[in-house]
């Protein structure tokens, strides 16, 4: 019987066939994506423009619905216009267009507005209980707008970009810090590749992905590997033997450590992606010479080198610490993951010292273009925003997540990474860089930006008395100018709101006694942004002594 004819008879068998195949397959990857695509400049003097919202949900327990709002929004937040819908999710995929004419009957000036997208999944049996949520904002512009006025900012070497040492002490190293391969699901070619592969299937190991990578431009990738597949499956593998899957570990940091070697200008890491979606949150664990794991075989063996607990990050982060490895926050859901005690992004002192790096946005993971032209790139900076308001000190990052074998082709996002001047670029020079939250995300990877407080480098918590000057550079190989920039400001361990500080790129003021976070973001000219990482400041009473 035709498939059309079978969902037409027996539409809730199919899709009860369909979900339970699915579940099968990945009982801990229930993870629901949303993107919304809104082009920074419009058609013709009204600047219409069509906004369009994508939404994944593999795995999930049963049909959804996505019931979806977009708003318009003005200074301050203020709501100009307003769409919703719903959306049923046809084989864990569905999609919205919305045509927005432009300049509400020319009521709106010239300037930037942000669009802001909340879309929630339901099941049909639970309509009226809260389901996943994610929520997205992106800036656009109406009309030419002039430059944000910049201080002065000397761009600093970019091996990678051709752009020569100058004075500056520090050079950049732009690439991909989350990317799979065979060794976990992803290495399938591009024509063939649509979605998740099975374990070991495809053709494309690290050694592909760094080849890759390195012929994109990339100064470095991460082939972050999923911590329990190395059972060869997505599922458990009672069978498995776990010297294989050590095996197949070491086998991936020898792959990475000889490609480095043979590659000078090029670093290529290998690690692990640790953790489950369902209840819990990914971690890219960055420096690990062991694999991690919970799963064991029928003979009661661990299916890794070391046993962490299955979504007990307390622990993960105490283990973390205790082998100096470094951790990253990958596409984080802004509710419930990453719980500790029952609380979600549940601050520790070991995990405050372990973790620093958030994915502020990424690239679709089952993207397949080269073109670097891919328009579905969900953005996290509400989710990484509670990171840090919880504690964590954590710098942006930007990466692929890519899964088909087109790794740092999918968009021209990077993870830009500072690294002394005159110093060798290595593994260790780079995790030292990260160590210290000398990072960036870009979705230009012609750009870099630096975030100064009082002359101290983004990334640096100090204390400090009297007035704080915090300065912005930014600066784009192709010349692009910066058509906005926003400081933004927090309270690590408050568990509150990042505010909006002030849209400059220099600002002087003396901040109110106690703890402090900043950072920048600036949007450029043609809509791609980029996130400094924060500076922490511990403001002290005028006359008290300084550490």
């Known amino acids: 019987m035709p498939r059309t004819c079978k969902r037409r008879i027996f539409p809730l068998i199919a899709a009860a066939t369909w979900w339970t195949a699915a579940l099968a397959g990945a009982p801990d990857h229930h993870d629901f994506e949303a993107t919304l695509h809104a082009p920074y400049q419009g058609e013709g003097s009204a600047g219409a423009r069509t906004f369009t919202l994508d939404f994944e949900y593999p795995y999930a327990r049963g049909p959804h619905t996505v019931h979806w709002r977009l708003a318009l929004e003005g200074k301050g937040g203020a709501v100009l216009k307003m769409w919703s819908g719903q959306a049923p999710l046809e084989k ?68 990678s970009l051709q752009v020569p040492a100058a004075a500056a002490p520090y050079t950049v190293y732009y690439g991909n810090l989350h990317s799979q391969t065979n060794h976990s699901d992803g290495g399938a070619d591009v024509g063939s590749c649509t979605g998740a592969q099975e ?140 719980q500790v005690n029952g609380v979600a992004f549940g601050y520790t002192d070991d995990g405050g010292e372990a973790m620093a790096l958030c994915e502020v946005v990424n690239t679709s993971a089952f993207s397949t273009r080269t073109d670097e032209g891919e328009t579905r790139r969900p953005n996290f900076e509400g989710a990484c925003n509670k990171v840090l308001e919880a504690g964590f000190r954590v710098a942006f990052s930007s990466n692929q997540d890519n899964h088909c074998a087109n790794w740092g082709a999918s968009y021209t996002n990077r993870t830009g990474v500072l690294i002394p001047s005159g110093t060798r670029f290595s593994e260790q020079a780079l995790l030292d860089a990260i160590r210290a939250r000398r990072v960036f995300a870009t979705m230009d990877k012609g750009s870099q930006v630096v975030l100064t407080a009082n002359g101290r480098m983004m990334g640096e918590r100090f204390s400090s008395s009297g007035p704080l000057r915090l300065q912005v550079g930014f600066a784009n190989a192709a010349g692009k100018r910066a058509a906005s920039v926003v400081l933004f400001e927090g309270v690590p361990g408050r568990n509150g709101t990042v505010t909006e500080l002030e849209q400059s790129a220099d600002k002087s003021f003396t901040p109110a006694p106690g703890e402090h976070f900043y950072y920048a973001r600036v949007t450029q000219e043609d809509g791609n942004v980029l996130w400094s990482a924060p500076v922490w400041v511990s403001q002290q009473a005028a006359g008290a002594a300084l550490d």
């Open 92 to 159: 864990a995929r569905a999609s919205a267009r919305v045509h927005w004419g432009g300049r509400l009957d020319g009521s709106l000036p010239d300037g930037l507005y942000r669009v802001r997208m909340r879309a929630e999944a339901r099941a049909p049996q639970d309509e009226a209980l809260p389901g996943d949520v994610v929520e997205q904002v992106w800036e656009i512009a109406l009309g030419a707008l002039p430059a944000s006025p910049m201080p002065g900012f000397a761009p600093m070497a970019a091996p």
């Open 199 to 338: 374990p070991g299937a495809s053709p494309h190991g690290p050694a592909d992905a760094f080849t890759y990578a390195r012929g994109r431009g990339l100064d470095f990738l991460m082939a972050s590997e999923h911590n329990h597949m190395f059972d060869g499956t997505d599922g458990h593998n009672r069978q498995a033997d776990p010297a294989a899957a050590s095996a197949l570990y070491r086998d991936g940091l020898a792959a990475a450590a000889s490609f480095t070697a043979a590659s000078p200008g090029f670093v290529a890491l290998y690690g692990m992606e640790w953790g489950v979606i369902s209840n819990g949150g990914h971690v890219n664990i960055l420096g690990a010479h062991e694999l991690l794991g919970w799963e064991r075989n029928d003979r009661g063996e661990l299916l890794a080198d070391t046993y962490t607990p299955k979504t007990d990050y307390a622990a993960l982060y105490a283990l973390m610490r205790e082998r100096g490895w470094l951790g990253q926050f990958n596409h984080p859901n802004w509710r419930g993951q990453f």
